[in-house]
């Protein structure tokens, strides 16, 4: 049976209460054991050009951690355009608690690049990666529309940054 001492239903749930297209993709937990959920966060009922990349951050306990980018939760749209589709696959804490993530970005009709952003622990872009908080890569495959994407990430003993994924070819 659920655990109802979690979040009072034994589960946690986020709702922006317009569009059921909020989606979680990969999870894992910090050391202070709060739980951090990737995926994508629909801001709109109709337009679809509103997809973003989400990153959710719940207490132990299962509620949302407010602390997280004072509402729990932090958004990002419109890296490499302003209009595409920006979704998070994949989620790794590093050894100074930064949280990373791997997904992709939709340009428009030039194709999708793989992404990767770099959070502080108060929910904010660390600018000190990049410059700007993310990085992409676009047409590893050589296609002539290039489709890459990173699906999974994981950081080596060193701490560099591994992403799996595809590209076309």
């Known amino acids: 049976s659920l655990d109802k001492t979690f979040n009072d239903f034994g ?13 979680g993709h990969d999870v894992t937990t910090d050391k202070e054991g709060r739980i951090i959920v990737v995926g994508k966060y629909k801001s709109g009922i109709v337009d679809t050009s509103s997809i973003d990349m989400a990153i959710w ?4 306990n299962g509620l949302l951690d407010t602390t997280f980018n004072g509402k729990g939760f932090a958004t990002h ?3 490499p355009g302003p209009n595409g589709t920006d979704i998070a696959n994949g989620v790794v804490i590093d050894a100074n608690g930064k949280i990373v993530v791997c997904g992709t970005c939709e340009e428009d009709a030039n194709g999708r690049d793989m992404f990767i952003w770099r959070y502080n622990t108060d929910g904010t ?4 990666f990049n410059g700007i908080g993310y990085v ?3 047409n590893a495959g050589g296609s002539a529309i290039p489709d890459d994407f990173g699906s999974a990430i994981a950081l080596d003993k060193s ?10 070819a």
């Not at 589960?11 to 989606?23: D, L, V």
């Not at 951050?57 to 132990?60: D, E």
């Not at 701490?159 to 076309?168: E, F, H, M, P």
């Open 11 to 23: 589960y946690a749930f986020y709702s922006n209460g317009q569009y059921s297209g909020n989606a």
């Open 125 to 128: 872009l660390d600018t000190i």
């Open 159 to 168: 701490g560099r940054i591994l992403v799996a994924g595809r590209s076309n």
């Open 57 to 60: 951050r719940y207490t132990p």
């Open 136 to 138: 992409s890569h676009n």
């Open 77 to 79: 749209t419109g890296a």
